[in-house]
């Protein structure tokens, strides 16, 4: 690149000095443009190569839950959050900041997401809801601090006997410093978490700062094969409908709640994703108020969405983390952001 921009300049200044030599007139319009043309070459292979070679030499390091490339240091401990999804907690706040997300049913047809924040966290997280064995169960396999807001009894010990270090918000409820309730909503639809008090949190507890997350599995080199999709429709009951739309521009999956765009309340953007892996799973209610068992150590069939492309996959547990195989080989995630959809048999899913 930087031999052919000199080769374009000295042209200019060849032609320009020809043109002198035969005693042609030098129009003042030409000139100016012959000087454009020189100060654009000039701007583009000063600034151009010099940001690409800054650039390359700043990113030390590469986010393990999106494969991205930073020059920051990525050894902090990733941060899980428990977020409401009830269409009164809607829209929620900080989702667009999520490395991964996790979506699976709670009780009912609502589903509830787990958050997973590392490479970007943002100062305001929820709403933020009650735990539930599963949503911790992936908490732990990243290795990641899990937060939520209260839980039953039977359901706190099983949290504090998993091992998983753990905040809950009913023990900091409205402190005002890791916990606030907004005014502008009801309860349990309403209280967030403030993460600039994370890391007192953390201390107070004893609880490690530090130990990134196993990277997932990145490559953004390959094909990535399958069917064209532009719309894809996850169905979890008549009340509840989530799709995926391929933005092409964007080369990202828009997703939508019900028929409504998922927007983030912060800043207003809508939620994207450049994986979406969908995996089926066996769901069973276990008590009178529908609480529910997910097998996520078995494995099953699954679809992953990348590129604008959907294929049929399975899905493995690997030391707590849920990924892609096909033929018994481990696909790669696109870097970027993913989301996941934890579905039970009875689910529709549906493309266009």
Not at 152 to 176: C, E, P, W
Request: aromatic share 8%; charged share 25%.
């Amino acid at each position: 690149m930087r031999k052919l921009t000199f080769f374009s300049l000295l042209v200019v200044l060849f032609l320009a000095a020809c043109n002198k030599e035969a005693g042609a007139a030098q129009p003042e319009e030409t000139n100016e443009k012959e000087t454009a043309v020189v100060e654009q070459i000039e701007t583009e292979e000063n600034v151009t190569v010099d940001e690409k070679e800054e650039n390359e030499q700043a990113y030390t390091e590469t986010f393990p839950l999106t494969g991205e490339p930073t020059s920051e240091e990525a050894d902090h401990r990733a941060l899980s959050v428990m977020v409401n999804n009830h269409p009164k907690a809607r829209p929620q706040s900080g989702l667009s900041q999520a490395d991964l997300v996790y979506e699976v049913l709670a009780e009912g047809q609502i589903t509830r997401f787990l958050a997973l924040f590392h490479s970007d966290i943002p100062d305001t997280i929820g709403p933020v809801r009650s735990a539930r064995p599963y949503y911790f169960e992936i908490a732990d396999g990243f290795h990641a601090l899990y937060t939520y807001h209260g839980a039953s009894m039977a359901i706190n010990q099983k949290v504090a006997r998993s091992g998983v270090d753990f905040l809950d918000g009913a023990m900091y409820d409205n402190n005002g410093w890791l916990f606030e309730r907004s005014s502008d909503r009801a309860a349990p639809h309403n209280s967030y978490l403030l993460t600039e008090g994370v890391e007192q949190a953390v201390a107070s507890k004893g609880y490690e700062a530090e130990g990134a997350p196993e990277a997932l599995p990145f490559s953004g080199e390959g094909l990535y094969d399958g069917t064209p999709v532009e719309d894809v429709q996850v169905t979890y009951g008549s009340r509840t409908n989530v799709s995926f739309t391929y933005d092409e521009e964007k080369e990202q999956f828009l997703r939508s709640s019900d028929g409504e765009p998922t927007i983030d309340r912060l800043n207003g953007e809508r939620i994207a994703a450049d994986n979406v892996m969908i995996i089926e799973t066996d769901h069973r209610i276990i008590d009178g108020a529908g609480r529910r068992a997910i097998d996520l150590t078995s494995g099953g069939n699954g679809f992953l969405l990348q590129k604008g492309k959907m294929k049929e996959v399975e899905w493995k547990n690997v030391n707590g983390r849920l990924l892609p195989y096909k033929d018994g080989s481990p696909l790669a995630f696109i870097p970027g952001k993913t989301w996941v959809n934890i579905i039970p048999g009875n689910a529709a899913v549906e493309s266009e």
